[in-house]
């Protein structure tokens, strides 16, 4: 069964705070690993896509890289704005239809001004 | 450009009732998936349909039921609701098969409540 595992469940951080966000996957076929943001009653907002180890992608202050096991989620000099559950998912293939996304919990990211 | 949008937003309904869910897709997009995101979850794919089929389905039973309409809007149905079920329905759509499959476009949701 595909697994993803984020951590920590929440992190508060002061603004200008660099860190990081951990997600861990065992994901079957893996087809590519997404990084969505979702704000309190909203639907998840796509930021990334990984499909090899090695790989890195950036957006203003966050970068995502991938390894065969691991994807982390860097944020650099966070504001305020930056506050919002990160989502990690793995799409797998299972060699019928579409498999859908697995998703992790989410980390809840809260930057103080 | 549209996005996606759900109606209704918030609903109420009470065990064994039935409910319908509805989705219009980002303009373009062939693809629709509903998940169900339960409070302090991440969300977890119902099914998906691609050009009016079914085309792949998550751990839901078959009370669990879809529909896409040949504009790509689509519809969700649960039968017999159970209290469990509580939780926000988001649809999402996307590029058909092979294109960025995983890059959703989410609607803000329907959140169902089962009394």
């Known amino acids: 069964e595909d697994q993803v595992t984020q951590s920590p469940e929440a992190l508060r951080l002061q603004e200008g705070e660099s860190s990081s966000l951990n997600c861990s996957y065992t994901?079957?076929?893996?087809?590519?690993l997404f990084w969505y943001r979702q704000d309190p009653g909203k639907g998840p907002e796509f930021l990334f896509t990984?499909?090899?180890a090695g790989e890195e992608k950036e957006k203003e202050r966050l970068k995502a890289t991938l390894t065969k096991k691991e994807s982390f989620l860097h944020i650099t000099a966070p504001k305020p704005e930056d506050s919002a559950t990160y989502l990690c998912?793995?799409?797998?293939?299972?060699?019928?239809?579409?498999?859908?996304?697995?998703f992790g919990k989410g980390t809840h990211l809260i930057i103080q001004p | 450009e549209t996005g996606v949008t759900q109606s209704p937003t918030h609903l109420i309904k009470t065990r064994g009732q039935q409910v319908t869910l509805r989705c219009s897709s980002q303009?373009?997009?062939?693809?629709v998936s509903w998940y169900q995101q339960a409070l302090g979850q991440g969300p977890q794919f119902i099914f998906q349909?691609?050009?009016?089929?079914?085309?792949g389905r998550g751990n839901f039973p078959p009370r669990f039921s879809g529909l896409q309409f040949p504009n790509y809007s689509s519809e969700l149905n649960v039968n017999a609701l159970e209290l469990d079920d509580s939780a926000l329905y988001l649809c999402?759509?996307?590029?058909?098969?092979?294109?960025?499959?995983?890059?959703?476009?989410f609607g803000e949701g329907s959140r169902l409540t089962v009394l």
């Open positions: 999402a759509s996307s590029l058909g098969r092979g294109a960025r499959t995983g890059e959703l476009f």
């Open positions: 994901v079957s076929g893996l087809r590519g």
């Open positions: 990984l499909y090899s």
């Open positions: 998912a793995g799409e797998g293939y299972s060699g019928g239809g579409a498999d859908g996304l697995t």
């Open positions: 303009s373009g997009h062939n693809t």
């Open positions: 349909y691609y050009r009016e089929e079914e085309n």
